[in-house]
């Protein structure tokens, strides 16, 4: 979902980009809650 894989075809790599947009927001979203609780 996160990680960038080849695709089979440039079609499916559209397809499979817009398809998990939000999954990867929301991950993301949970990465960077998660970070900011660790000082620099």
Do not use: C
């Not at 440039?10 to 809650?33: F, I, P």
Request: aromatic residues 12%; positive net charge.
């Amino acid at each position: 979902m996160a990680l960038a894989h080849d695709e089979r075809d440039q079609t499916e790599g559209a397809y499979s980009r817009s398809d998990y947009l939000d999954k990867r927001r929301q991950l993301m979203n949970v990465w960077v809650k998660f970070l900011i609780k660790f000082p620099a």
